[in-house]
């Protein structure tokens, strides 16, 4: 089966550890810490949210990554994200295709 990624671009610039302790309390998910070179955080219906950092020198936002194999289950997920972002953080968020 593929994996499907929806990227979300954020208003905010955070370290990894930081936006994993925000996105875990706002979104109410827990740390997924199998691999803990890349610790994600698992969201409803088996969705992976993982966090992209800006590398060294870079002043990028905060960009995460969903995944998913089932584009419908990942879109509905994505959605509320996005709501629960904005609602409960005041964060832009912006969907990249």
Known sequence: MTTITQTLATSVQL??????????????????TDDPSEVTLALPEGVVLSIEVA?????LPLTLDCHHDDAQVLQRVVSEVVATLESRLGWTVTLIP
């Not at 370290?15 to 997924?32: G, I, Y």
């Not at 590398?55 to 002043?59: A, C, F, L, S």
């Open 55 to 59: 590398h060294y020198g870079e002043e």
């Open 15 to 32: 370290s990894k550890a930081e936006a994993l302790d925000v996105l875990s309390t706002a979104l109410s998910a827990p740390w997924v």
